[in-house]
């Protein structure tokens, strides 16, 4: 069974940083990109970003590039996002998510982490 | 602003038949698959059509998909209570490179 587990909620101060995971279960963690989702209170999902494994290629949303940092550890079959410096506007449930995604251009989620929610305080 | 537009809400009495509508472009759903998700409130997104038209296993056949040209469609028959959440469309701009979602829609079953 394909599982997506992360980590625990995050309380912080703005200009803090901050490294969220997602440990992947039942799969060849590798072999699938695996990508973050953002979700703001009362608000619709964004995507952040996915990254493939087995050679780290990322591919970040214009909206996401260069305010955070998406990273993934094959050895342990974890995915990380990072921020250097939070904002109150990172108040958020953040997703991890595995797509099945192919050149064919199929691009979907079957399976998503329980979320993480991390709360900014300015 | 998302670049896919989808009603901000839907209703329908239980029982009937609602669709949703999903706008996009030609660099996202007029490239690529649509997939569409359904959101009950504080948990993750639940994959209900991949592929324009096709149901994962244990997804109920009152829910299906159709797309046409840049544009997607969900439709949901035999409305139930337990139907009632939000429902997001989903695909894969070829131009920016990056997956992206519709701005989700409240379905409300009367």
Avoid at chain 1, 66 to 88: E, F, M, R
Avoid at chain 2, 69 to 82: D, E, M, N, R, Y
Wanted: charged share 15%.
């Amino acid at each position: 069974e394909v599982q997506l587990a992360q980590s625990g909620a995050e309380v912080k101060k703005a200009g803090e940083s901050l490294k969220i995971s997602c440990k992947g279960s039942g799969y060849s963690f590798r072999s699938y990109w695996i990508g973050w989702v953002r979700q703001r209170p009362g608000e619709g999902l964004e995507w952040m970003g996915i990254i493939y494994p087995a050679d780290s290629d990322t591919r970040y949303s214009p909206s996401f590039q260069g305010q955070v940092t998406l990273s993934a550890d094959k050895s342990i079959s974890t995915a990380y996002l990072q921020w250097s410096s939070l904002k109150a506007s990172d108040t958020a449930m953040y997703y991890c998510a595995r797509p099945d995604y192919y050149d064919s251009g199929t691009f979907y989620v079957a399976y998503w982490g329980q979320g993480t929610l991390v709360t900014v305080s300015s | 602003q998302s670049v896919l537009t989808q009603p901000p809400s839907v209703s329908a009495a239980t029982g009937q038949k609602v669709t949703i509508s999903c706008s996009g472009s030609s660099s996202n759903i007029g490239k690529n698959y649509v997939a569409w998700y359904q959101q009950l409130p504080g948990i993750a997104p639940k994959l209900l059509i991949y592929d324009n038209d096709k149901r994962p296993s244990g997804i109920p056949d009152r829910f299906s998909g159709s797309k046409s040209g840049t544009s997607a469609t969900l439709g949901i028959t035999g409305l139930q209570t337990g139907d009632e959440a939000d429902y997001y469309c989903g695909t894969w701009d070829s131009s920016l490179s990056t997956g992206m979602f519709g701005g989700g829609t409240k379905l409300t079953v009367l």
